[in-house]
């Protein structure tokens, strides 16, 4: 089993950053993919970015490539997400994901964290 918590969410004003984290536990962080998914109200769980278990591959949803960018520091065992240039439509739950290697946009990744809420307000 693998325990994922996200934070880093909040309030911020269109043109403004946010960095999200997602701390594991459980089985080895480091061979999972990880992935960052979002949900706004009435709309479906749509992909954000993805990354492979070494951090050397990355993959980015159309909608946000050139303002966000995913990390991950294995020794600490967080991925985040470093969100520049925030629109309110960026406004959602936003999840951590892992799971074996897989397709970074594929939703069916194994564990799934609660999911940290980001409002960007015009």
């Known amino acids: 089993q693998v325990q994922l918590v996200e934070s880093g969410g909040g309030l911020v004003q269109a043109g403004g950053s946010l960095r999200l984290s997602c701390t594991a536990s459980g089985r080895a962080f480091s061979r999972l993919t990880m992935g960052w998914f979002r949900q706004a109200p009435g709309k479906e769980r749509e992909f954000v970015a993805g990354m492979d278990r070494v951090g050397l591959i990355t993959s980015y949803a159309d909608s946000i490539k050139g303002r966000f960018s995913i990390s991950r520091d294995n020794a600490k065992i967080t991925v985040y997400l470093q969100m520049n240039s925030l629109k309110p439509e960026d406004s959602a739950l936003y999840y951590c994901?892992?799971?074996?290697?897989?397709?970074?946009?594929?939703?069916?990744?194994?564990?799934w964290g609660q999911g940290t809420q980001v409002t960007v307000s015009s």
């Open positions: 994901a892992a799971g074996p290697k897989r397709s970074y946009n594929d939703p069916a990744y194994d564990y």
